[in-house]
Structure formats: C-alpha cells, structure tokens
C-alpha cells in the first residue's frame, strides 16, 4: 500500500495560474520528497523537506510540511504548459531504512 | 553523466518467456533501486542495493523475479518465466544518498502476451 496519498488526483488549470497538491502519509518520517513524472518518462526529484523544516522554496515551487498533520503541500507558482505532469510525494521514515514509499500521484495539466 | 541507463527501453515478450531487463547506475552513487509502476498499483519497490548488496527484497513479487548487481556499474532484473500481469514499466534508479534523493533512469516497458 502506498505510503502517501496525493490530492486531487487530477487538476487542470490555464497557464499563468498557480498550482497547488496536497499529501498525506500515515507514519513518522524523516524526509519528504517531491517528484514530477512526464509522460512516457521516469521520475525526476524536485525537491526535498526535512521533518524539522515547515517550508522551502525552489524557483517557482514552494513545498510545506505539517507533521502534526502529516501533511504536505506543492505549490506551482506562475504555471507553464511545460510544468504539465504528474507529480508524487515519497516519504522515507524510521522504518523504512533508505527506501522511498511514492504516493499515487496528482496529474497536473496546464492549458496554454 | 549519462544519468542512469536502462535498457532496452521497450520489451515484448511471450508468457513464458524469460525477460532480463539492464540497469547501469550513475557513477559513485551506492544504492540502486528497482520499481514497477502501473496504474493499478503505482510505484512499488521490488529491492534495492547497498553497496552491491540486497537490502530489502520484500517487494519482490514471488520467485519468478530475480535481481543481481555483480559490481557497482550494473544490475539486472529478471523474470522467469514471465507472465501477462508482470506487464508494467519497470524502473531502476540510483542515489548517493536517499535523502538526497533519487535519480531516474527512463524505464523498460514490459509487455507480456
């Protein structure tokens, strides 16, 4: 079973819009990571949090973290059509030794 | 770099047949990852590598798989015999450092008939 649970599951939105996803995962971790899959392609990092850290920033992306609700969120800034994908959240806990558990995933499409 | 190599990129095969899909990591990175995704499952972890190592192989779906990594700069996954739900694209991604994230090759895809 997947460690996190992305939201929506799909979204769809204009060029120059902003672009947030949501997930949730079930136990303690250490790090959560963010991935973007285009089509056809394998999995590229985007960016990581630590489990001490609330927020980070990278160029357009904006990445936040509620451990107390084991949660966290992606933000897209100022979106292109290129940014069209999909993207997974992966945990990796105290439990899981060094492997990443990936979330289902959200597919982002931006319309020109 | 290259980043991680996979291959061959596309597989079709015949129930029953063996299937040996590649995988080369990139230089200097210490673990090695195997994934399938399909849309029914998602990505799941088959094994993964430390040091040339089986760490965890408990994703591994039944006997029928096997993975190895003879030295730093290759491993394969193979499935023997292979059947119609081991349809899937199969993923092999390597990291100096898992917290550090993981680097992607661009997947085999697996069709068995």
């Known amino acids: 079973s997947q460690q996190g649970e992305e939201d929506p599951q799909a979204l769809s939105i204009q060029e120059g819009e902003n672009a947030t996803m949501n997930c949730s995962y079930k136990t303690s971790i250490n790090n959560l990571q963010w991935y973007r899959q285009n089509s056809g392609r394998g999995l590229v990092h985007l960016i990581l949090i630590r489990s001490n850290e609330r927020e980070k920033h990278s160029g357009r992306l904006r990445v936040t973290l509620d451990t107390s609700k084991k949660s966290s969120s992606l933000l897209i800034t100022a979106s292109r059509a290129a940014d069209t994908a999909s993207y997974f959240c992966?945990?990796?806990?105290?439990?899981?030794?060094?492997?990443?558990?990936f979330g289902e995933g959200t597919q982002l499409t931006v319309n020109p | 770099d290259a980043g991680v190599i996979q291959s061959p990129r596309h597989e079709v095969t015949e129930m029953g047949q063996e299937v040996t899909l590649r995988c080369k990591p990139i230089?200097?990175?210490?673990?090695l990852f195997w994934y399938r995704q399909t849309m029914m499952r998602g990505l799941e972890l088959l094994i993964y590598f430390n040091n040339n190592v089986p760490i965890d192989d408990s994703g591994m779906p039944e006997d029928r798989f096997s993975a190895k990594m003879p030295n730093a700069s290759f491993s394969t996954l193979k499935i023997q015999p292979s059947e119609p739900r081991d349809s899937a694209v199969y993923f092999c991604?390597?990291?100096?450092?898992?917290?550090?994230?993981?680097?992607f090759g661009s997947g085999t895809r697996l069709t068995v008939v």
């Open positions: 230089s200097g990175h210490d673990y």
């Open positions: 991604a390597s990291s100096l450092s898992p917290v550090r994230g993981y680097t």
């Open positions: 992966a945990t990796d806990g105290e439990t899981s030794g060094s492997r990443l558990t």
